[in-house]
């Protein structure tokens, strides 16, 4: 069985790859899409431990009632998003985040 | 002793009285005249008094007192007779002289300033009070010289009189704090006692350094110097003395000849007395002021013999003169300095105003080429100057500049022959610039429309010739009344040498007489020129070139220079500079670029990981 | 009335107006902002009444499990009373800035798509009331989250507006950036001790348990959750956002942005703190991060804002500025006592503080935005001559942001620098030496601009009634606070 | 009952902004601030004005006035004097009356108040108040390039402030109170290595306010460019809140922190009064002659503290240096005054310009030559008193077997500075009112009887102190 230690990792390069491209790729909605898999990432590592720290026995369900939480918001937040993304699209004709530098200094 | 208060202030109500309530009323020279006058009798009334009164405290810190009081001894006192004797006869004088001058009012509300000032300096009981009416009698110097402001050269010899005395105040000043420190006192009564506990106190360490003793009095006795070299007009600070007789000629008589010049010998010689003169005797300090006014006197009188105004004659004489009194302070022989100090007043105001009297006369002019055969057409004025004349080089047993000058020489013969030198070839050459001077003014024929119209000046004015002629004469008699200044009261004897030291006066008299005669009898113009004499040895060029425009302007604007470069731009720009390009640093990291940010944003984490976990 | 009550409430009257808005008229979107405003006006009525399960523990609700995410006590108390207030105003700033959001957003003369402007920050708001009394990192994750995702909204309202949108944008993909750290953080935390609540972290590093706990893991989900909270307030490196966003954001959600998100960032790090200062395990390491922070933060704020052109922006800076004392403050890690003021009061009476200067600030941008067409520093030239009474209360509020002393901006400041010379940290009060000179030279140029330079063409600016009296309120309260601030300090008690 | 002397000119303010008449409201409480601060400081010994109500129960804080000292009795004495002064010789300009007069009433207001504090926050803050209008009306009022000016002091005074408000803080810190008296007793507690960094941000703070040398760069422009009024209260008084400050704070509660820095503060003041004074020396125009030579003359005071520093038991430094501050400002405030008059009935104020002034204002001429002479340090005036008291004070510890001490060998250079502020004085008053005239001084106006009036005060106050220190010096005992 894998222990704490393998799940934290797979977590951790899922974290580090969803970071990369937020700060590799250049179009929103890709972006977007990697964050996503930065929540997941700390998803997999909230019920890694959750699994590993058991009360009584049984598995420590707050860790997992977390997740839970975050799938919710994470999914209001996509929506939100999208809207503000389309939004934008909209008025520039564009989603690469290149050419959203109006404001600066 | 109420009255040596009234002696004091009477003068300041006058002049305040002037200033404040009578102001352009006719009565301002009378109220002046009538001050000078009341001060005179109560100088007389107060002669011998050596009760002093109750000081006022004028500032007082906890124990700490610094005092007006007032200190009458045979000093004090005499020197009163001096001050408003000459003061009262140069106020009659200045009533007919200032007649038409507009500007009537002011100038007798500073003359009487002048003389509230004088009498504080003579009368003061410690050393600040002395030092606040020596800055007084610098303001009303200042304002006298600078009376006829609207003359550049009116107003620049008055800013230079008082930048001269300043100078020489920074020293005084110095030297009064620092004796102040030796004997704990400001006071001259307690000075004496105040020097001999410093002595004991500190016993242990004087045995060791054998010469601090010396060195530390000597450092405060040359800085009080100092102040007496810049009132006094010795080298060389004495540039501002010539130019001042750009003021009105009775000024001269009484401010820069008689009272306010000697006011540096007098005050020297307080010094030397509340210290005690056996300590001066062998301080370094006493060798450096007899040269200093050794010099002086010979270096004045050289310059004396090619000046052609008649009041330059007379002001580096009075250079010279001083000169001579301040060696015989050095040489520890005060009192034969003050002794010449109580004639020379009374024959060189005699000669001021009776100059001031021709130059009123020719319709002011000044130029002694110019003028000629005076003594004809007024013969009071040029017998009254050829009094005067006589006092001044000495002619034997008849002048009292003759007894005076004698014991100066013979305090001189005693002490340091060098000097005695010196002393006998200034009193030649004090004969032959007089001789010169009355010679061409007076002498042969008018050379000039203006003085070819003199006629002699109404009795105010000639009175107080008369008057000071007569002191001329007799002054060295009337002093003998004040045993603690004439010197031949104290059996100090100087049998020894007698006949050289008459014998080289005399010489050096009859020589100077014939020169003078020899060489400016019917001349129309000066036959001898010596540049270096007439242009006063280029002291007053170099000071004013050299010293004042280079020197002091132009390091003034070099530092201006680095104050607006170092402080205000290096230091204060550099600093906000600094800030504001940092600033424009980090707004440029605002890229507007969201990949920038989130690449700055990550290694922000890493940075704050590295904080937490790692550090 | 047990404490949760207000956050019922708050979010019933935002759901209300959302509801309420579908049938007001399009020229008069306005009401709903009235609506709000008196709402939490008297929500805000309700606040002294609230109590926590301590105050009754006989009563049925006080047994609720609920408890275990949610404590209610002075601190609590006042940061609900600073949500409501700071929304109260902006709401109120939003009705008088409706003709630049209707322009942006449906077309000029119509207020279609306004409504939800007025309802949204209620919903914000219930967020941040719910923040003060977090005491699960579960509960506060969400709470933070209503907040942030009704801030996307409310940034990227003006949809026709480019830099709205673009504001929307960066603040959408940092804001998740900053959340996805939150969150690995949080699960760090968690994994570390075992818990997600605060009281029984708090217990666990006290007793002998402390041992067992992984130190290396638990300072790194504490440093994931500080960056996480570090970009709600603005902390440098996190503060990348602020100035675009301000920017570039609708003017009364930079204002809602520049306090009430800040003070709601600043309350769960304080509760987050709290366990972590309070053991010597871990306290070194936090103090140490909070002081590199605040350091950073103080001379990154103020110097970048030197040079800026745009009032607008600057205020942006201006909030990093702050935000770096506020960190000042928490780095001098002070336990609040009954003999002082403690890290915590401290950061509230800033807070406070900072509330009325800021949106009093906001409240003449607002209009000047509106009157004279710009945000720029030269958009105030000469309003000292057109509108001195306007000028004036501009000038005491710039000087309180300033720190100048007789304003309640100073009494903060003041309070800052004391903690933080009881602390001992040298370094960083001689960076908030420079950084508050800094601020003294970059808010006072605007009250040059004000008073010193010609207004030229510019147009004359007046406020309207809202606003007027708002401004009134806050420059008033600047000055009595400056010279008294014992109320605030009494609401903490 | 202090409080009324502080918040009279801020109630005048609020009337003239009410719109009551600027000139006379002013004025009128000015004068009545004259009658009872001169009262208030002749009587401070009874007690009887203090005055405080609490702001804050933790830490205690206190808005409350009182005299501490005689100290605060003689600047209070200074303030109400020189405050009635400026605003009489003030000249609004059409339509900005209201600003003109209320902040300078309002100037008056924070000088006092800092004065009279006894709460070490108010102390502060009252300061701090003075300054804004100061800066506003530089900014708006002022001459020349008045916005750079005037930006300039705001920033300069700021930092400085700033840097004062750093060891103010951890000096209640140490001494755990904000009651400046309380603080002094609890000064014994505080260790030297606190002592030090203390003293040198009171140093830097409160020189950077009286325009210590390098910290001075503010002060000439900003006399300069400022309005008669302000350019008065300033030099005159408000600048003083530094000194004030260092004498009642920095020497009693650090004062082995201030001797550590007694070296640099020797060669910082001797760069005021020397280098200043070479700067002054080169000034073309009056008016930034008057700035430079007020910074120059702060040096004298830095002197007497320093003398204070070297020897603690020094019973003559404190007085000397108060009595220099009162001299000061009044003959500072006056020559500004003046100054403003020249420039009214002229229409120049630069050297190159001007010339027998003297002849067709011979009033103008002899109150200018009054306040210069006080300048220069003419015995009679107050200045003198002061900086003989000064140079006394330095030589208190000297013992000379011992040699020169720093502080001997610093008040002998300083004394130079006598003659250079007389180099440049007499220069001014040379190129001004002597010599022959010009054509802009042709026909120039003299002083009206109500233009003397305000100058006479001033005069009247140089002389009473002048004549008869202990008239002054009776108070701080």
Known sequence: ?105 | ?615 | ?493 | MLALIVFLPVVAFIAILLGAPARLTAIAAAAVNLVLGTYAAFTWKCGCWDFSIPVLAKPAMNLAFGFPDGMSAVMVLLTVIVTLAAVLSGKAPEGREKLYFGSSLLISAGALGAFAATDLFFFYAFHELALIPTFLMIGMLGRGDRKEVAWKITIYLGLGSIVLLAGLVWLANLTGTFNMGQMVKAAGTIDPAAQKGIAALLIVGFGTLVSLFPFHSWAAPAYASAPAPVAMLHAGVLKKFGLYGLLRLAVPLVPEGMNAWLTPLLVLLLGNILWCGFVTISQKRLDGMLGNSSVMHMGYIFLAIAALVAFPENPLAKPAAVLLMFAHGVSIALLFGLTDRIERSTGSIDLQDLGGLAKSAPTLAFLFGIAAMASIGLPGLANFSGEVLVFLSAFKGYDPTKGLGPVQIACILSIWGVVISAVYMLRAYRNIFQGPAVKSTESAADLSLADRIPALLLILALFAVGLYPNLLLNLLK
């Open chain 3, 1 to 493: 009335m047990p404490a949760y009550y207000l956050e019922a409430l708050t979010v019933t009257l935002g759901l209300l107006l959302l509801l309420a808005e579908a049938f007001v008229s399009s020229k008069s979107k306005a009401w709903v902002g009235v609506a709000a405003a008196i709402g939490l006006v008297f929500i805000l009525a309700f606040t002294p009444f609230a109590i926590g399960p301590d105050a009754s523990p006989g009563s049925g609700w006080a047994k609720w499990t609920l408890w275990n995410f949610y404590q209610f006590d002075p601190l609590s108390r006042f940061y609900k009373v600073f949500a409501l207030v700071t929304t109260i105003l902006v709401v109120l700033l939003a009705i008088d800035y409706r003709k630049i959001l209707a322009r942006y957003t449906d077309h000029p003369g119509s207020e279609n798509g306004t409504g939800e402007f007025y309802a949204l920050p209620v919903l914000a708001c219930s967020g941040m009331m719910w923040l003060a009394s977090a005491k699960d990192l579960a509960g506060a994750f969400v709470a933070l989250e209503l907040v942030t995702v009704t801030f996307y909204i409310l940034v990227a309202f003006m949809r026709r507006n480019v830099g709205s949108l673009e504001a929307g944008v960066k603040y959408l993909i940092l804001g998740a950036l900053s959340t996805g750290f939150l969150v690995y953080g949080i699960a760090w935390v968690y994994g570390s001790t075992g818990t997600m609540d605060l009281d029984l972290i708090a217990g666990m590093l006290e007793d002998g348990r402390s041992a067992s706990i992984p130190l290396t893991g638990l300072l790194f989900g504490i440093a994931l959750v500080m960056v996480g909270l570090g970009f709600k307030i603005g902390a440098v490196p996190m503060q990348v956002w602020i100035p675009d966003v301000y920017q570039g954001a609708p003017t009364p959600t930079t204002a809602f942005l520049s306090v009430g998100s800040k003070a709601s960032g600043f309350i769960l790090m304080i509760h987050f703190l709290e366990p972590f200062l309070s053991s010597e395990l871990t306290r070194g390491p936090v103090l140490k991060l909070i002081g590199v922070l605040s350091i950073a933060t103080l001379l990154f704020g103020n110097l970048a804002a030197i040079p800026q052109t745009n009032f607008k922006r600057l205020l942006g800076y201006s909030s990093i500025a702050h935000a770096g004392f506020l960190l000042l403050a928490l780095a001098s890690g002070a336990p609040g006592t009954d003999n002082g003021l403690g890290s915590a009061q401290v950061v509230s009476v800033y807070l406070a503080t900072y509330l009325l200067m800021t949106l009093g600030v906001f409240f003449i941008l607002a209009q000047v935005r509106i009157q004279r067409d710009g945000e720029s520093i030269t958009d105030f030239n000469g309003l000292g001559q057109t509108n001195p009474t306007l000028a004036l209360a501009l000038t005491v509020l710039l000087a309180a942001l300033a720190g100048v002393p007789l304003t309640a901006g100073f009494i903060g400041k003041f309070l800052v620098f004391q903690l933080a010379v009881n602390a001992g940290l040298w370094a960083a009060i001689g960076v908030a030496f420079i950084a508050a000179a800094a601020g003294f030279y970059y808010y006072l140029n605007v009250v040059r601009a004000m008073w010193w330079v010609q207004p030229g063409q510019k147009a004359h600016v007046t406020l309207p009634l809202i606003s007027k009296a708002c401004v009134a309120v806050l420059t008033i309260a600047t000055l009595v606070f400056g010279i008294w601030p014992q109320p605030i300090l009494a609401l903490l008690k």
């Open chain 1, 1 to 105: 069985m894998a222990s704490l230690n393998d799940y934290l990792l797979v977590s951790g390069l899922l974290f580090a790859i969803g970071l990369a491209g937020v700060v590799l790729r250049r179009n929103i909605i890709v972006v977007f899409m990697c964050l996503e898999l930065m929540l997941s990432a700390a998803n997999l590592s909230l019920v890694a431990f959750s699994r590993f720290n058991t009360v009584n026995g049984l598995p420590d369900y707050k860790g997992q009632m977390l997740v839970f939480f975050v799938i919710t918001v994470a999914a209001a937040e996509v929506a939100v998003g999208l809207a503000i993304i389309v939004a934008l699209y909209r008025a520039r004709q564009t989603i690469h985040t290149d050419e959203l530098a109006s404001l600066k200094g």
């Open chain 2, 1 to 615: 002793m109420t009255l040596a208060w009234i002696l004091l202030f009477l003068p300041l109500v006058a002049a305040a009285a002037n200033q404040l309530v009578l102001r352009k009323s006719p009565l301002v020279p009378l109220v002046s005249t009538a001050s000078a006058l009341a001060t005179l009798v109560l100088s007389f009334l107060l002669l011998g008094k050596t009760t002093s009164p109750d000081p006022i405290h004028w500032a007082s810190i906890g124990d700490f007192h610094i005092n007006i009081g007032i200190r009458l001894d045979a000093l004090s006192t005499g020197m009163m007779i001096v001050v408003t004797g000459i003061g009262t006869l140069v106020h009659l004088f200045s009533l007919a002289y200032m007649k038409e001058d507009e500007a009537r009012n002011r100038y007798f509300t500073g003359l009487s300033l002048f003389m509230f000032s004088m009498t504080g300096i003579v009368l003061a009981d410690n050393f600040i009070m002395t030092f606040i009416f020596w800055e007084l009698v610098g303001l009303s110097s200042f304002l006298l010289i600078g009376h006829w402001y609207q003359k550049d050269s009116a107003a620049d010899a008055a800013k230079k009189a008082f930048l001269c005395n300043r100078v020489g105040d920074f020293g005084f000043l110095i030297g009064i704090l620092m004796l102040w420190g030796i004997t704990g006192t400001l006071s001259f009564d307690a000075m004496k006692s105040g020097l001999a506990s410093f002595g004991t106190e500190n016993a242990a360490y004087f045995t060791q350094n054998s010469a601090a003793f010396s060195v530390i009095l000597s450092t405060a006795v040359l800085c009080i110097f100092c102040g007496a070299v810049g009132k006094s007009a010795q080298l060389p600070l004495h540039v501002w003395l010539p130019d001042a007789m750009e003021g009105p000629t009775p000024v001269s008589a009484l401010i820069h000849a008689a009272t306010m010049v000697a006011a540096g010998v007098y005050m020297l010689f307080r010094v030397q007395l509340s210290l005690g003169a056996d300590v001066f005797e062998g301080l370094f300090a006493s060798n450096v002021i007899a040269w200093t006014g050794g010099i002086t006197a010979l270096v004045a009188a050289l310059m004396a013999t090619q000046q052609d105004d008649i009041k330059r004659v007379l002001a580096y004489s009075t250079l010279s003169q001083l000169g001579y009194m301040v060696m015989a302070v050095g040489l520890v022989h005060g009192e034969a300095g003050m002794f010449h100090l109580f004639t020379h007043a009374w024959f060189k105001a005699l000669l001021f105003l009776g100059s001031g009297a021709v130059i009123y006369a020719c319709h002011h002019e000044q130029d002694i080429w110019k003028m000629g055969g005076l003594l004809k057409k007024m013969p009071i004025t040029g017998i009254t100057f050829a009094i005067g004349t006589a006092a001044l080089i000495a002619v034997p047993f008849v002048t009292s500049g003759f007894y005076s000058k004698e014991e100066i020489l013979a305090a001189a013969f005693g002490k340091n022959k060098a000097l005695f030198g010196i002393a006998v070839f200034v009193a030649f050459l004090t004969t032959f610039y007089m001789t010169r001077a009355f010679v061409v003014a007076f002498l042969g024929k008018p050379r000039s429309e203006n003085a070819d119209h003199a006629h002699e000046v109404g009795p105010l004015m000639f009175v107080p010739l008369v008057l000071l002629a007569g002191m001329a004469i007799g002054s060295a008699w009337l002093t003998g009344a004040l045993s603690a200044i004439d010197p031949r009261a104290n059996a100090h004897g100087h049998t020894e040498g007698h006949g050289i030291i008459l014998g080289a006066s005399i010489a050096s008299l009859v020589l100077g007489l014939i020169a003078g005669f020899l060489f400016y009898k019917g001349k129309d113009k000066d036959p001898v020129s010596i540049p270096l004499f007439r242009n006063r040895f280029y002291v007053d060029g170099f000071y004013d070139r050299v010293l004042v425009r280079y020197f002091q302007d132009a390091f003034a604007a070099i530092i201006h220079f680095f104050d607006e470069l170092l402080i205000n731009g290096l230091l204060v720009g550099g600093l906000s500079r600094g800030a504001a390009s940092l600033g424009g640093l980090f707004r440029k990291l605002q890229s507007g670029q969201l990949q920038g940010y989130a690449y700055a944003f990550g290694l922000g984490v890493i940075l704050v990981i590295y904080f937490t976990v790692f550090l």
